[in-house]
Every structure is written in structure tokens, then in C-alpha cells.
DNA sequence: TTGACAGGCAAGTGGTCGCTTGCCTGTCAT
DNA sequence: ATGACAGGCAAGCGACCACTTGCCTGTCAA
């Protein structure tokens, strides 16, 4: 419950979940580049990686492995709880 | 935006916003011991206030002095930005 | 098969966070 | 007015976090 609201608390991991809303079952060097062109992040590579390890820990990320490659795909659905527990009427 | 996933990160902090929402308008102190008596959380009265400066920070507390007291009241619809950037449909 | 490519692992580092400590301000009852 | 009470301010400290750095594993094409 609380590792979700960690794994939100950053700003990357949140543009992160915003990419892979517009266009799901990315890889990581897809997620690289469209971080850094269109929001700005110069992050590396390795702190993807760490951030989208974060994610998955909290199953806002899931992954499926194909090849060398890693497709990672959003899932909200850890944050319908917060809805649940402060009643937000919508 | 993301001071507010920063204010929900901290297990304390969730825990006050769930006093609040049991019985919303309580002082420091009362939250202090609510806090260590139903929630088991051994908080000192100058953590407990710096944690209700965050959350008053982010908008999800609002407060209203009245002589030497200052009442503290829960405002959920901060999270209300949640449900609308990652659509979740309740 | 060998080089390029996609990704993973782990140690080290600077900065932030939560908490404590100590002291101070303002308010109320006696 | 003076002591008790509710709360605030600020410096210091330990732990955690995000990021870098360097090297390694596995996969595919030429």
C-alpha cells in the first residue's frame, strides 16, 4: 500500500506510467528516448531500469520477456485502492 | 502534483488522513495520542506536526485556530487529481 | 562465431527525509 | 502576573533514495 504511494512520490516513475498510458508495451531504450525528446528527462538508461524495477515491484508495471527484448506494460489498477480507503466520490 | 504522492509516501502521514477522516477537527496533541493509543504509532508531538505541515503544504489538511488551539481538517479532493491523470473508473 | 545490441547486477555517492533535541512564542486559568 | 498548556522554530543526525559507474549475461545478425 505505501510502497505504491513511494514508487509515485517520483516524478521520472510518474512521467514513466504517463508514457506508457499514450503507448503500452514498451522497452526500455523505446522508454530512453521518449523520455528525454518528449518530457524533457535526461535520464539514463540504468535509472529507467531502476525506476521500472520499482514499478513492477509494485504492480504498476508488469513485463513480458521476448528475445532480448522486455516489453513493460501499465497497470492502474494498485491505484483504485486509494480510491477505496479515502472514498473519493469521483 | 507530485508533493502530494510525496505527502501519501509516509506510512505516518496516511495514518493521520485516517484519523481525520474518522473525526475530523482535531488538535496536535489529540492526533498524538489517537495516534499511539488506535494506530500503535509511538510519534513525538513535534514529528506529528511537522508531518501535518506537509500534508497541510500539499492542500489535504486545512487548519483553523481558535485561541491556543488549532484544528486540523481533512481535505481528500487533492487525490481527486489522481483518478483524473490515470483514469481509473472506479 | 563474433561483434553489436538489449538488459541486468552491484558498489559507491550526494542529497533528501523523518526524527530528535533544545529553546522560544502565544494563550488561558488561578 | 505567573505558571501551565498548546504549539512553533531551527539545528543536527542517521537512514534512505536516486543516480552514477563499471562490468557482466544473454540474444540476434552478419
Keep these: 500500500m505505501g510502497d505504491v504511494f513511494k514508487a509515485?512520490?517520483?516524478g521520472t516513475r510518474r512521467a514513466i506510467?504517463?508514457?506508457?498510458?499514450e503507448r503500452?508495451?514498451?522497452?526500455?531504450?523505446?522508454?530512453?528516448v521518449r523520455l528525454t525528446t518528449k518530457h524533457g528527462l535526461g535520464?539514463?538508461?540504468?535509472?529507467?531500469?531502476?525506476?521500472l524495477d520499482v514499478l513492477e515491484a509494485v504492480g504498476l508495471v508488469t513485463t513480458r520477456?521476448?528475445?532480448?527484448?522486455?516489453?513493460?506494460y501499465l497497470d492502474t489498477?494498485?491505484?483504485?485502492?486509494?480510491?477505496e480507503r479515502w472514498h473519493i466520490d469521483q
Tied chains: 1, 2.
Design 8 to 10: 509515485m512520490a517520483d
Design 17 to 21: 506510467l504517463d508514457e506508457l498510458q
Design 24 to 32: 503500452t508495451g514498451q522497452t526500455l531504450f523505446e522508454l530512453c
Design 43 to 51: 535520464s539514463s538508461r540504468q535509472a529507467v531500469s531502476q525506476h
Design 65 to 72: 520477456r521476448e528475445g532480448r527484448y522486455k516489453f513493460h
Design 77 to 83: 489498477s494498485p491505484l483504485r485502492t486509494i480510491v
